[in-house]
Nanobody
Framework: QVQLVESGGGLVQPGGSLRLSCAAS????????IGWFRQAPGKEREGVSC?????YYADSVKGRFTISRDNAKNTVYLQMNSLTPEDTAVYYC??????????????WGKGTLVTVSS
């Protein structure tokens, strides 16, 4: 059974950091494109970062977020630094056999809430 479970969200002050984890089961993350997406209240879901053979970052997070993969743990991480209130959203990880798109992924997690507020 394929499953993606996100963790690591929470409340953080502006300028702070969080590390999100996406633990996969039922498939091998090294063989898939794994993406992080987010959806803020009242906004459409957007792509944040993706990893497969290389990495991709949305312009809004470049230089602040880092995606990584631990094949031994079958887990993908998103290190988020210098967080701002604009980063507040539910963050989802997803997997696809082809590539990352907010509108077409094979598998989705249930999401973890990140709130950036003082």
């Amino acid at each position: 059974q394929v499953q993606l479970v996100e963790s690591g969200g929470g409340l953080v002050q502006p300028g702070g950091s969080l590390r999100l984890s996406c633990a996969a089961s039922g498939f091998t993350v090294a063989n898939y494109a794994i993406g992080w997406f987010r959806q803020a209240p009242g906004k459409e879901r957007e792509g944040v970062s993706c990893i497969r053979t290389g990495t991709y970052y949305a312009d809004s997070v470049k230089g602040r977020f880092t995606i990584s993969r631990d094949n031994a743990k079958n887990t993908v991480y998103l290190q988020m630094n210098s967080l701002t209130p604009e980063d507040t959203a539910v963050y989802y990880c997803a997997a696809d056999s082809i590539g990352c798109s907010p509108h077409r992924m094979d598998y989705w997690g249930k999401g973890t809430l990140v709130t950036v507020s003082s």
